[in-house]
């Protein structure tokens, strides 16, 4: 177990909808990180966020957007839901975010757009 | 903008021998980092091995160890005295120097079956 959680683990949901996917970091971890993993495009970094803060950005569709919570919890928002956005989406944490410390990966959301 | 590329879809290997997965990227970078991450069945993501491009020798964990040829921007996987518990996807990823340490480019992954 990584410490990470990611809730929830599965979600189906139709085209044009709206869904939350929720990411709790390791204990004592500022930074969180989105990816996406598909069959198309593969691993994919999205977003980072330290501390509260966007830190960093990668391919991350504008239907898309990220926070961070005071308690460090952060959510990742997929509005206009496509077909092509079915996929499995990662949140990964760590202490830090430039030195070189180990990023805790969770156990992903399993997103189906029908 | 780096790519990282896995040429074996599949491997397979019998259980106590060795297999080695294949990994290239391309960069015009001198500082950068490189990782092998393993995606089991339960589809998290555990860290496997990581080299750092301004070290020479080549790191070593346990039954992993890379072959890292910076010239030829190759990054190979070793893993010897195969297990069951091995099977699983292997991702190769890089980092660039100095950005967010979860800022990572991944190759497309490659699928080990262990054969008992």
């Known amino acids: 177990d990584s410490g990470v959680t990611q809730t929830p683990k599965h979600l189906i949901t139709a085209t044009g909808q709206r869904v939350t996917l929720r990411c709790s970091p390791r204990s004592g971890d500022l930074s969180v990180y989105w990816y996406q993993q598909s069959l198309d495009q593969g691993l994919q970094f999205l977003i980072q966020?330290?501390?509260?803060?966007?830190?960093a950005k990668g391919n991350i569709l504008e239907r898309f957007s990220a926070q961070q919570f005071p308690d460090l919890h952060s959510e990742l928002n997929l509005s206009s839901l496509e077909l092509g956005d079915s996929a499995l989406y990662f949140c990964?944490?760590?202490?830090?975010?430039?030195?070189?410390?180990?990023?805790?990966f969770g156990s992903g959301t399993q997103l189906s757009v029908l | 903008a780096q790519t990282v590329t896995q040429s074996q879809p599949e491997m397979s290997v019998q259980e106590a021998e060795t297999v080695t997965l294949s990994c290239t990227y391309d960069t015009s970078e001198s500082d950068y980092y490189l990782f092998w991450y393993k995606q089991p069945p339960s589809r998290q993501m555990i860290l496997v091995i990581r080299q750092e491009a301004y070290k020479q020798q080549n790191a070593t964990e346990n039954r992993f160890s890379v072959n890292f040829q910076k010239a030829a921007k190759s990054f190979s996987l070793k893993i010897s005295d195969s297990q069951l518990g091995d099977a699983a996807m292997y991702f190769c990823?890089?980092?660039?120097?100095?950005?967010?340490?979860?800022?990572?480019?991944f190759g497309q992954g490659t699928i080990l079956t262990v054969h008992p």
């Open positions: 966020y330290y501390n509260g803060e966007e830190r």
């Open positions: 990823a890089y980092r660039s120097d100095g950005t967010s340490y979860g800022k990572l480019t």
């Open positions: 990964a944490s760590s202490v830090g975010s430039i030195y070189n410390e180990k990023l805790f």
